[in-house]
């Protein structure tokens, strides 16, 4: 299956990510609160442009049924924009007036780039690696998981069934849609190493 | 645009680098313009290599930047459209020659964007779709006047003379100001935003080309 095909294809970047300073820092909880600060901020930002996405893919999509499922997405970012609002409240972040890191716009400016101008194959390409990547990692994570573990409704969000079920969607969708080209294994490797790029930018720039 | 000056003389480059455009971006004009690549292509240093990453890279670019073109014409008021239109029609030119000169250095066009490279490209398709049309003239104005200072910056001489020359001419000229007169014909507060914008991608890609 295609989706499996790529997950396995980009096997080395999600190691990565996996292993990543910001991801061992969620797991284990001395992830600084103002990287995580700075990634909610960034976060949110990217997840409106997410939705965007998901917009135009619907405008994109062949059938009914399509629209139905892509529109179920979208209220998945908008569940995961509620988190965000919670953390907001929280941690003090302003989520009306985000400055986009460079790493953050290169995201955007990419899935809109695609979600414009891509057909619908190539959209969905570009979109699945942030949810399966989140489901993998919020999974790995969840053993980590105590009563006062910081991050504990992260972890606890990305892992739930609920998230699990959405991208397992996805995957079916990208299955039925795209065909293995050139242009669907740039998007998904391209928007994968993207999300590498966004867990380093908030150690770096916080 | 400075007011004061003649007629004759507001075609000039001169002129056209002293635009408010300019002027407003600051140190990002420089950025944007000087450019170790430049310095070398002047001073006959430039290794092989940062040529032709460069001579791939800008292909690559100049293919989006055609896509942005096309999406900028199309969704222009017709008072834009000429000069939009006339600098779409170069384009295929300008890719028959990137094309020519990379079959004779035997370079392959058909290789991955480089990420400095792709995040330009996505950033211009992105806006050719979301920004009004008055701001993508200020975004086309942008990528063409950083282009045409920093050549015609260089001395036609030497084994780049020719990419020198090419960049630098009457014609390139006249363009640049056509453009420069669209956006001061269509204004919009977030001109000068989306200008600077380009003038970071430029230095970024400059910066590319020459480092890899």
Not at chain 1, 40 to 58: M, P, R, S, T
Not at chain 1, 61 to 83: C, P, Y
Not at chain 1, 147 to 163: M, R
Request: proline content about 4%.
């Amino acid at each position: 299956m295609l989706h499996q095909d790529l997950w396995d294809q980009n096997a080395k970047l999600v190691a990565n990510c996996v292993d990543h300073p910001f991801v061992r820092g969620l797991g284990d909880g001395t992830l600084s609160k103002d990287a995580f600060r700075s990634y909610v901020a960034q976060d949110a930002f990217f997840l409106n442009a997410f939705a965007k996405a998901y917009a135009l893919a619907i405008a994109k999509s062949e059938t009914m049924e399509q629209a139905r499922t892509l529109h179920g997405f979208i209220d998945g970012v908008l569940d995961e924009l509620g988190l965000h609002a919670g953390y907001a409240k929280t941690l003090d972040i302003d989520l009306r007036s985000v400055a986009p890191f460079p790493e953050t716009l290169a995201y955007t400016e990419f899935l809109q780039s695609r979600a414009w101008h891509g057909a619908l194959g190539e959209i969905l390409a570009a979109m699945a690696p942030c949810m399966t990547l989140y489901h993998h990692v919020g999974t790995l994570l969840l053993p980590n998981v105590h009563l006062n573990h910081p991050y504990k409704d992260w972890i606890e969000s990305y892992s739930s069934p609920e998230f699990g079920q959405l991208c397992q969607s996805l995957e079916q969708m990208l299955d039925e849609v795209s065909t293995d080209t050139p242009a669907v294994r740039y998007a998904y490797q391209y928007a994968m190493q993207c999300e590498f790029d966004f867990f380093t930018a908030p150690i770096e720039r916080s | 645009m400075n007011a004061n000056l003649n007629p004759s003389e507001q075609r000039s480059l001169a002129a056209i680098q002293e635009c408010s455009f300019v002027v407003n971006a600051g140190m990002l004009w420089r950025e944007g313009t000087e450019a170790k690549f430049l310095d070398s292509i002047q001073d006959g240093s430039l290794p092989k290599e940062a040529f032709d990453r460069w001579l791939v890279q800008d292909y690559l670019f100049a293919k989006g930047l055609t896509t942005f073109q096309a999406i900028a014409a199309a969704r222009a008021p017709r008072s834009t459209q000429k000069v939009l239109i006339a600098g779409l029609g170069a384009m295929d030119a300008e890719l028959e020659w990137f094309e020519r000169l990379a079959s004779e250095r035997s370079l392959d066009l058909d290789v991955p964007h480089h990420q400095t490279c792709q995040r330009y490209v996505d950033y211009l398709i992105a806006a050719a779709y979301t920004q009004p049309s008055e701001v993508l003239v200020a975004i086309l104005f942008g990528v063409e006047v950083a282009y045409l200072s920093g050549w015609s910056a260089l001395e036609a001489s030497g084994p780049y003379a020719e990419f020198v020359t090419r960049w630098s001419t009457e014609h390139f000229l006249a363009y640049v100001h056509q453009l420069h007169d669209a956006c001061v014909l269509h204004p919009h507060q977030r001109q000068q935003d989306q200008f600077n914008e380009v003038l970071r991608h430029e230095r970024d890609f400059w910066i590319m080309t020459y480092e890899g």
